[in-house]
């Protein structure tokens, strides 16, 4: 017996453990102990004559009693030694006590009579009980649920109606004529105790739903003791009405019963404050249970007799269901608006995302088909990759968020500003480009960023449409190109400068593959960009293309140019050139990137390239890709010791290399953007020395 009232007291999962000294916990554990005791031998001497009649009197009026008023008493205990939950379960034990004292009064003046008078001062007593409980139980459940949101109140109401409703069409009939017997005090003495505890049940209900029916194992307690004290109110109502109520019997047991489980549940680990989240199928479990019960009692109605109260409630029920789900609906328009908010809007800048900028760029292409003109204005920020690095994440994306306002403030409202991802930005203003020019400018002004040790400013490209694009994807495809070949053409940074001396040098060492760097450093862009290469991807693997054969510059004329083949001795030398090109670019610490992808170069995707071998994804992309061009344009391109072919032949030659030399996919990416790109116009040019 002991063992199960300690489990009864501490078991949890979650929950707070009370605060108690050890002798407190001792001393609660003896006093369940003995409830538990006091209730099980009432049982067994009401129902089995245990101890004979001699105990009836200690048994029915002074056991009882004292397990009733000691449970208030329990419960008043908890609130003065617990600081948790504290004016909730004062006002509860009040109300219990309050109780209590009813029943010992009731004692001293009745006894075992069975008829007192109605009303009397004990009823005063008992009454009392409700409205302190009502309190109570609205305080805890406060206390233990976060955040309530208007659809869980609405949701209680629901659950507390329709409860109220099933209750009053099966009793509130039978209850109305048992309690009309007397004079109108006792009549509606008798009606005050089945409507209290019907409005009792109703609030432990509802506060169940708004828990999200995850009451916790304190809450379920408190819901026994409730609905055991309401089945004994009832019945002892029917059991005065017809002369069949028993001193000591079953209803003395439940009643018993109720103040020894409400004062287990006071005693109960008092759970953690936590938020409330209903979630999928959940969000219609009260609506549509409570829903049914409403609406069965109305339907029940038309077969037989219903109280009108009843039919009150059951109809009050319904319309709160109405009400649930236009709230419900409302509450999804705001849900969805918000997502859609959020699917279109950048969450570090606050400015619209590239799917916001896609969707207005192709309605803006739709509305001014054949018509006026809009500027369509992309942004990359330059040497933010360096600041990011130096600063951190953080600083960065500090940054990144204070050049956003500074573009939203810049274009006003003349346009739109997006961030399209990383620290590319683009603008969209509904005007021509002469109109448009200055609030460019301008734009570009708040993209720049310097201080101390660092220098942010930006490249951009623009584009007309419709007259210079037609669609979503060529006008960004054209912004972004001239943007990048802005960036390609500053002068700026060390990496530039560095990036233009080599290429001087080498056009000195060997001016006819000037051209042709060139060329494979324009291949290599468009590849990568198909590729989805970021910005400063694209431009590592823009110069590394431009420097892929730096280290022939240590080559000797003799083998470089040597019209024949070469033998063992002059391949390995040869084969050393991307070494010495990675050397000398990685004595630029801005260009050590590059120097990967120039040692990498000549690697074969089956493994059999040089200088280390690698085959496979193990071959860093921009070198596959460097592969690819540079083979390309070596097919095409006039040559001492070999005649150009057209492009679609290199093509076709690629193709048969794929697996083999080359990545199959850089492959089939660069065939369809150069017959996507380029006119055989502009082959036909290229085949000439013309293009």
Known sequence: MVAISRRLLERGTNDVRLPLTRRVRLSVRCAAALGVAALLFHVAHGQFGLGGHALDSFTWDWMYDSLVFGAGVAVLARAWLVPEERHGWLLLGIGMTSFGIGEIYYSLAFGDTGNPPIPSLADLFYLLYYPFAYAALVMLARRRIERFSPSTWIDGAIAAVATAAVIAAALFE????????????????????????????????GIVALSGWRPGRGWLLLGLGLGLMATADIGYLYGSA???????????????????????????????????????????????????????????????????????????????????????????????????????????????????????????????????????????????????????????????AHLGRRLREAVGESGTAYRLGGDEFCVLMPCDRRLAEPYIQVAVRALWSEGDGFSVRTSYGVVTIPQEAQTPTLALRIADDRMYAQKGTRRGSARQQTHDVLLEVMHERQPEVHHHLREVGRLAALVGREL??????????????????????????????????LDDDEWTFMHRHTLVGERILAAAPALVPVALLVRSSHERWDGTGYPDGLAGEDIPLGARVVSVCDAFDAMTSQRPYAPAVDPESAIAELERSAGAQFDPEVVRIFAAAWREHFSPLHAAEKSLGLA
Request: hydrophobic content about 50%; proline content about 4%; charged content about 15%.
């Open 174 to 205: 039978p209850i109305v004529r048992s309690a009309t017997q007397g004079d109108a005090a006792a009549v509606a003495t008798n009606f005050a105790y089945p409507v209290g505890d019907l409005i009792l049940l109703g609030i432990v209900v």
């Open 242 to 400: 017809d002369g069949t109520y028993v001193v000591g019997g079953w209803l003395d047991t439940l009643w018993m019963s109720s103040a020894l489980v409400t004062a287990f549940a006071a005693w109960q680990p008092t759970p953690a404050r936590r938020p409330l989240r209903l979630e999928g199928k959940r969000l219609l479990v009260v609506p549509a249970s409570f829903a049914l019960a409403a609406l069965g009692v109305l339907v029940y109605a038309s077969l037989k007799h219903v109280t009108p109260v009843a039919l009150a409630l059951a109809a009050l029920a319904v319309l709160l269901i109405f009400v649930r789900g236009a709230w419900t609906f409302n509450e999804n328009l705001l849900l969805l608006d918000a997502s859609q908010h959020d699917a279109r809007t950048d969450a570090l800048t606050g400015l619209g995302n590239r799917r916001a900028m896609s969707a207005e760029l192709e309605s803006l292409l739709i509305e001014r088909h054949g018509g006026a003109s809009a500027v369509l204005t992309m942004f990359d920020l330059d040497g933010f990759k360096a600041y990011n690095d130096r600063f951190g994440h953080v600083a960065g994306d500090t940054l990144l």
């Open 532 to 565: 989805g290469m970021t910005t400063e991807q694209l431009d590592e693997l823009h110069r590394a293309a431009e420097l892929h054969d730096l280290g022939k510059a240590a080559i000797p004329d003799a083998i470089l140019n040597k019209p024949g083949p």
